[in-house]
């Protein structure tokens, strides 16, 4: 009888034990970039769910299956909100947020309102937006140029083709062609007002796709490389590294949740 009691209490040791390692495992929000959807996480998001992980890949407004919703309302605002919604409606806590390209001025917005709810900040090949600019104002001057007049007709910005995004292979071509849709035009052109510094305390991790790195990116991302508030780490991918390079990638991912 006294065997059998210890048998138990060992098993229930040791199960519980094991439930409280896997609840320690950080949950994934990533967040796509411009004209892309929570589609784009497709492969990514399986990897990490086989490695145990909770993974959630949300569309932002107006954008993929939302794209129906398309509207002149639809701001950078709308579009933080749409993550802290989503991180409070379904109570997540401990939470690795990524951010694509374009989300890379999401993420910052998000953790300037609920960082408690957050363990780091992954920024993938992202725009750095600090308070009061734009996505369009962060980047470099030609390529602001080139977006404002768009932005002062009130059109929504038409996708870009993947091979610009570094898409090469021509079935990924052909799949990612048929998924990008429109991005609503106040999301580049809506300043960014924060609280706090950018990332609000907590860790921030940047990691530049450099094969090659977008030249709207590069010159303040490489300011990142000697910034000891920083995680500077690289892909040798094109820019859509979550299509190009998932292996890789999700690699990196789970290493820094380590």
């Not at 399986?46 to 129906?68: D, M, N, Q």
């Not at 960082?115 to 390529?143: C, F, H, Q």
């Not at 999301?187 to 940047?206: C, D, E, I, R």
Request: net charge negative.
């Amino acid at each position: 009888m006294k065997k059998t009691i210890l048998l138990i209490v060992l098993f229930l040791v040791v199960h519980m034990g094991q439930a409280q390692f896997a609840s320690e495992k950080p949950t994934f929000v990533l967040v796509h970039g411009a004209w892309h959807g929570g589609w784009s996480w497709k492969f990514v998001k399986e990897k990490l769910e086989r490695h145990g992980y909770t993974v959630y890949t949300p569309s932002l407004s107006g954008l993929a299956e939302h794209k129906h919703l398309l509207n002149d309302s639809i701001t950078l605002q709308t579009h933080i909100l749409d993550i802290i919604n989503l991180i409070e409606m379904e109570d997540l806590h401990n939470v690795v947020l990524v951010g694509h390209s374009y989300a890379g001025a999401v993420i910052t917005g998000v953790a300037d309102s609920i960082s408690e709810r957050l363990s780091k900040l992954i920024y993938l090949d992202a725009v750095l937006v600090y308070n009061g600019e734009s996505p369009m104002t962060a980047e470099p001057e030609w390529e602001q140029a080139r977006k404002r007049p768009v932005v002062e007709r009130r059109e929504h910005f038409q996708p870009v083709a993947p091979r610009f995004f570094g898409v090469t292979d021509s079935t990924l071509v052909d799949w990612v062609t048929e998924r990008l849709t429109p991005q609503p035009y106040m999301t580049f052109a809506q300043p960014l007002h924060l609280k706090n510094a950018l990332g609000n305390g907590l860790p921030k991790v940047y990691i530049a796709c450099i094969n090659p790195q977008l030249e709207v990116l590069k010159a303040r991302s490489d300011l990142l490389k000697n910034d000891p508030s920083w995680t500077y780490l690289t892909l040798n991918t094109g820019h859509d590294a979550m299509i190009t390079a998932p292996d890789e990638l999700t690699a990196l991912l789970i290493r820094l949740t380590q």
